[in-house]
């Protein structure tokens, strides 16, 4: 029989030594902060548990002080396992500081290894992360020296070579969801996320570990609907119930991201006119009637505001890889989450979708690019982010388009509301070298493959050729080789008269880009052939 019992309680149920599992994502989108302020809480009083392996399948908290970044103390977890550590920087300090044992997966693996789990499988068998830095050649995920054990291993099957992401006993499995019933029996209603708890606790409960399920509601036994239910109390040990819980980290409760209520149009508002929407609408640019797409954070993630203001958001399927299927994905810090969409999705089915082939684009972000084209999310100067989705959207892809500035640090440079581009001093970093600090994309990887690529800058866009990095637009008002090819560290391929990038991009005013849009063709993949 499951027990109900106070999150002070739960906290102290976990040993030292133990694995724990976390669900949830990013910024709180159906993360049990209860537990976890518990859990630190228990830590600092009694010094107990020790020297835990901490697991979240994205990376948890709040980019300061929530999530992950409270259980950041010294002695509590020996290992941490994660999609990312962006949303934590505690962590990633560690990692750095070489104070834990630091592993950054892809999360559609981790999300699908979950599964794996539950169902006693050896691991994960994945072409996922094959020739980046989690391919055990190449790292293998490590993110601290004292990171020694190998938990990917390269297998060939069928003379085809694979990822084998190993399964791992869970001793405490912790989950979040709206309602517990009297049994134990979990729903999800008021979630922006679904994530794999299911999963997460069949796989603790396989292993004789425990599971904790923190509510915010207790309804009677037999009163929640079988088809609401999505985790039965048969796999929940402990029920915490915390009526005071966000939905996200930002957001107390929106019906709209619960799926409740279909926002209008016109209530869904603009992004700010600057450069970072000059970007997202060149991306927007590449979108075509139909196009099946995902939208990474950062930059790319404004593209579903730009669709909104241009008017043409319903003939595309925006999706995010949490689950969110249609509609408009969040921006910001909420991002994960999503309004008027056509499906919230558990994230191991996303991500079987993602892996088959089903984008048609993949917007992403870049940190830093190289001469080969390929790129690095994942660790640059003292920032130890992780892969997060990326890996697994980027490799799936049909089109992958990367996005960002050219430079960093101290860049002043804005539209200049008349056609052009205003640059009034440049970053001091150049993100454009000649070699990556970690691979997350590889570019002849993906050129085997058959994928296209693009590369869109705040002044300059370029494509993947079979010569390396391909010059095609430039901002007006931009200098190609003062502004542009001289803040690259590497040669690129220059058409003789590169293309103006639109007018429009730079202009206030809505591009009325929806003809335009209409007429594109992007043709689907053909049946039978994978990405």
Not at 95 to 105: P, R, V
Request: net charge negative; with cysteine; charged share 25%.
């Amino acid at each position: 029989m499951v027990e109900f019992i106070t999150a002070a309680e739960a906290a102290a149920l976990v040993r030292p030594r133990d694995c724990v599992l976390i669900g949830g994502s990013g910024g709180g989108h159906a993360v049990p902060e209860a537990f976890i302020e518990a859990l630190a809480a228990h830590y600092k009083e009694s010094g107990s548990p020790r020297d835990l392996s901490l697991v979240s399948i994205v990376s948890i908290g709040d980019w300061q002080e929530t999530g992950f970044n409270i259980l950041a103390e010294p002695g509590l977890a020996r290992r941490v396992v994660s999609g990312g550590f962006n949303n934590c920087p505690r962590f990633a300090a560690m990692a750095i500081a070489d104070e834990i044992e630091a592993y950054t997966l892809p999360q559609g693996a981790l999300s699908q290894l979950c599964r794996d789990m539950a169902a006693g499988r050896p691991g994960l068998l994945s072409r996922t992360g094959l020739h980046t830095f989690i391919d055990p050649r190449h790292g293998g995920g490590r993110q601290s020296p004292r990171s020694t054990e190998d938990l990917v291993e390269l297998v060939t099957v069928r003379g085809e070579e694979y990822l084998l992401f190993r399964s791992f006993p869970v001793d405490v499995a912790v989950i979040r969801g709206t309602t517990a019933d009297e049994r134990g029996n979990i729903s999800m209603e008021d979630e922006a996320f679904f994530g794999e708890n299911f999963s997460i606790a069949g796989a603790a409960h396989l292993h004789g570990g425990i599971v904790i399920a923190q509510v915010k509601q207790v309804a009677a036994a037999g009163t929640i609907p079988g088809k609401l239910v999505k985790v039965p109390g048969v796999v929940v040990d402990y029920v915490i119930v915390e009526p005071e819980q966000r939905q996200t980290y930002l957001t107390r409760q929106s019906a709209a991201y619960a799926g409740d209520l279909r926002l209008a149009d016109r209530s869904m508002q603009p992004i700010p006119f600057d450069i970072r929407k000059v970007i997202a609408r060149r991306g927007a640019m590449e979108l075509f009637p139909g196009a099946v797409v995902n939208l990474g954070f950062g930059v790319s993630n404004g593209i579903s505001a730009v669709a909104v203001e241009e008017g043409f958001y319903r003939e595309v399927t925006l999706t995010v890889e949490q689950g969110i299927i249609g509609g408009v994905p969040a921006v910001g810090k909420d991002a994960g989450a999503g309004v008027n969409y056509d499906m919230m999705a558990d994230q191991p089915y996303q991500f079987d979708f993602y892996d088959g082939g089903g984008l048609d684009i993949a917007y992403l972000s870049f940190a830093e690019v190289d001469a080969a084209g390929n790129v690095n999310v994942s660790r640059y100067g003292k920032s130890v982010n992780g892969p997060g989705g990326f890996i697994n959207i980027s490799q799936g892809a049909r089109k992958v388009v990367f996005s960002g500035t050219l430079t960093t640090g101290g860049l002043d440079m804005a539209p200049d509301g008349k056609g052009g581009l205003e640059l009034r001093q440049d970053g001091r970093t150049q993100k454009w070298v000649p070699e990556v600090g970690q691979v997350t994309f590889n570019g002849a990887y993906a050129r085997e493959r058959g994928q296209e690529v693009m590369y869109i800058t705040d002044r300059a866009v370029f494509r993947l050729g079979e010569k390396g990095l391909r010059l095609e637009e430039v901002a007006p008002g931009i200098d190609v080789r003062a502004d542009v090819l001289e803040r690259i560290g590497f040669p690129v391929e220059v058409r003789s008269e590169p293309r103006r990038m639109d007018a429009r991009l730079f202009r206030e005013a809505p591009m009325a880009m929806i003809d335009d849009f209409r007429r594109r063709q992007g043709g689907r993949r053909p049946r039978g052939e994978q990405a």
